[in-house]
């Protein structure tokens, strides 16, 4: 199946070993650029080896214990990898509202606790060290991962881990700026070494963190008054156990419950370390419970400071905590890539560097955006260029020249807004608006004159665009419906979208990968002429309601004109008629609730007035406003995601957000689609 890379000789009678002893990442230090090494982001999870064997999945955390305890739909079925037998190293997330990892809520996934929030978890896989009867383990980690993507279905809760090549400075800037934990720096060339710390592997961490022994704890005041604070240690370089400070940030009542419960039996009179801290109030504990902490520094006592509880690690060995420290100096360049120019092989049309390996749903919304930070962001010099520029002319941006005609034209004069104003909103939320379109066919709609004149939709890419721009060509049996799409995974091809007036982006609801299994199923409350906002929430609210009796993830989004739109992320396995369909019926099952306000007619000239709940958008070249994506309205609105409880907000409306007042609200309140772009969900019958 995948003989390209295969160890030569090997043997398919080989025995599958039962565990591999996991491979581990020394201290980093500082980032750096090497065209040797590759970079992946560092997710802030669990370490879970996945062994698939006979259609089954076993689960190993890195010390062996069984991670189906706490993972059990991971193990539930191995469709997530194409291959009879196999051995995946990799790392389970919980993924929070925006989209990013959480360790918080993983813990309380873990912990089976049904009062805890049920965050989606997602396995990251990341490394490939057995495929059918052969051992990887000796091949280049490059090698590895190629075989790693091609093994993974798409969607479902596994995903291959992308990475970037040589360029870990500004990845890492990256993935500082969007509050994530850091990144892993990996030889390319490198080996799998089992159960060793190897140079090889590299942790660097935008946020100061580690392990840490529970010593005992404190009483706290207050509603605290049971555990006010953890006590911390260490082991040093003889092995033996050292105070390193206390934790009492991030104890919410539910985890200070928990850790009374498992620390009670642990209890001892006698402090479990040379030197304690003079705290007469202590209660010591056997050292045998493991967390993780994150805090501002270490002090000169060796001590740590400005501190907050992250979570429990289920399997860690108390006796291997020690305080990091970065070893040795940083890799030297020198070896060069695979193509001879100390970069990936992938490239794009014009032959500049691309970020290797960005799979469809291989992350969460923020996560894509650090994978390819340069790709997805415009920078605060490349805005103030754009401020600078005169009516015409070249600019910069995610280092791509895109040619800007007519700046000053008032797209939206009614809301004193120009064509310059358009391409500054689309590049500003390209960072959450790309991962919604990113390996899509995009069709467009085209407003040269703004709202007020006339438009035109356009499914085939222009003749004039630039070579950079990605491009997804669909054959149809009809040959009209036939077209060579723009796909939108770059901040310079909004650009270039923008400076074409295309007001209204319409991704496709399936991949270019998998063009004939839509990942979203869409909900379309198209009100009409007679439906006032308040209809148009009632009907949003009792798909609320059915949704969530069905236990499904659903996100909403008001479509900036007068309704609203609701995704559900699917696995990629169903045809477009089976999700129209089942859409169809849960349609009319909530539509059978309010009859008077719906009509299931085809033409709205024959609706009498009433809304429609459209169910054929879930089809082959139909498409719906993306989120984020600005409407052909006067003040310039925005299809703005929200969350299920403003539906009950009576300020809400459908126009209430623009291209001049979004950009706060994901300020505050995130990405609030990123969950759809988690593709793990079935369709349940009806």
Known sequence: ????????????S????????PMLARAGGTPFDDPAWLFELKWDGYRVQAHVADGKVRLWTRNRKDAGHYFPELARSAGWLSADEAI????????????????????????????????????????????????????????????????????????????????????FEAVREQGLEGLVAKRRSGPYEPGRRSGSWLKIKARREQEFVVLGW??????????????????????????????????????RSRLLRDLAPLAVKTPP?????????????????????????????????????????????PAAVVRERVAGAQPGSGARGPDGRG???????????????????????????????SALEASEEEL??????????????????????????????????????????????????????????????????GPGGPHFWNKEIPTYAPDWVARWRHESDDPSQSHTYVVADHVATLAFL?????????????????????????????????????????????????????????????????????????????????????????????????????SWEWTVAERGGRARLDFTQNAPNKTLAAPYAVRPTAMASVSAPIAWEELDDPALRPDRWTIVTLPERLAERGDLFAGALAFDQELPKL
């Open 218 to 255: 404190e009483p706290g005041q207050g509603s605290h008054a049971d555990l006010g604070a953890l006590l911390l240690g260490v082991h040093d370089a003889d092995g033996g156990l050292r105070f390193a400070g206390e934790v009492g940030s991030g104890l919410d009542g539910r985890i």
């Open 384 to 449: 103030g260029a754009l401020d600078r520029l005169g009516k015409s002319g070249r600019w910069t941006v995610g280092g791509r020249e895109v040619h800007l005609t007519n700046l000053d034209k008032a797209l939206f004069p009614e809301a004193g807004l120009t064509k310059r104003d358009l391409v500054r909103y689309y590049v500003t939320v390209a960072p959450v608006l790309l991962p919604y379109l990113h390996d899509r066919g995009l069709t467009l709609d085209r407003w040269p004159d």
């Open 88 to 171: 995946v190293d990799g790392e389970v997330i919980a993924l929070d509202g925006e989209g990013r990892p959480s360790f918080e809520l993983l813990q309380v996934r873990a912990s089976g606790d049904p009062g805890g929030p049920r965050a989606p978890i997602v396995y990251q896989a990341f490394d490939f060290l057995w495929l059918d009867g052969r051992s990887l383990l000796d091949r280049p980690l490059e090698e590895r991962k190629v075989q790693l993507q091609g093994a993974i279905a798409e969607g479902g809760m596994a995903r291959y881990t992308s990475h970037v090549v040589g360029e870990g400075k500004a990845f």
């Open 273 to 317: 370390v040379v030197s304690p801290p003079r705290t007469p109030t202590a209660r010591w504990v056997e050292p045998r419970i493991v967390v993780r902490v994150e805090f501002a520094a270490w002090t000169r006592d060796d001590l740590i400071r400005q501190s907050t509880f992250k979570g429990l690690e289920i399997d860690s060995d």
């Open 14 to 21: 080989t025995p599958m070993p039962d565990f591999v002893p």
């Open 498 to 598: 923008a400076n074409q007036a295309a007001i209204d982006l319409h991704p496709w609801t399936s991949t270019t990968r998998r063009p004939d299994r839509p990942s979203w199923a869409l909900i379309d409350i198209d009100p009409g002429s007679l439906t006032t906002w308040e209809e148009v929430v009632a009907m949003a609210r009792l798909y609320r309601t059915a949704l969530g009796h069905l236990g499904l993830r659903a996100y909403p989004k008001v479509t900036g004109k007068r309704g609203v739109h609701v995704y559900l992320p699917i696995a990629p396995r169903y045809s477009f008629r089976e999700t129209s369909d089942w859409v169809e019926r849960l349609s009319r099952a909530v539509g059978s609730q309010v009859p008077d306000l719906i």
């Open 1 to 12: 199946m995948y003989p390209a890379l295969l160890m030569p000789g090997s043997s398919r």
């Open 343 to 373: 970069r990936s092989g992938v490239r794009g049309r014009s032959g500049e560097p691309k970020v290797a390996d960005r799979g469809t749903g291989s992350g969460a919304s923020g996560l894509e955006a650090v994978a390819a930070a």
